[in-house]
């Protein structure tokens, strides 16, 4: 049993209400597979950039927040155990930092 999300949480109105019910929904012993952009942990310039772009990209783009620590919601959310790293992508603009 597993739930998979890529680039999901960045969208929806209230991630911690995401992940509650993605735990009510998943087995024991299941999985949560994510693929998630997040707010830079690396560079304040390019932070502070994601954090100004946001509110017209959330307009623009179904909800879609580039300036979300959405590892740290993840970690916080109540699960056994997360396996989460924080990587940067060459070239990808503002869903460069991903988790």
Not at 4 to 13: G, N, P, R
Not at 17 to 35: C, M, N, S
Not at 71 to 96: K, M, P, R, S, W
């Amino acid at each position: 049993d597993a739930v998979i999300c890529t680039l999901t949480l960045c969208s929806v109105k209230n991630p911690q209400k995401a992940l509650t019910e993605i735990q009510r929904t998943l087995k024991p012993g299941g999985r949560y597979l994510f693929v998630e952009h997040v707010l830079s942990e690396t560079n304040p310039f390019f932070a502070t950039a994601q954090r100004l772009a946001t509110p017209e990209h959330v307009q623009a783009a179904d909800g879609c927040h580039f300036d979300r620590r959405t590892l740290e919601t993840i970690q916080g959310a109540g699960f056994a155990a997360v396996d989460g790293d924080y990587f940067e992508l060459e070239n990808c603009g503002f869903l460069n930092p991903t988790a």
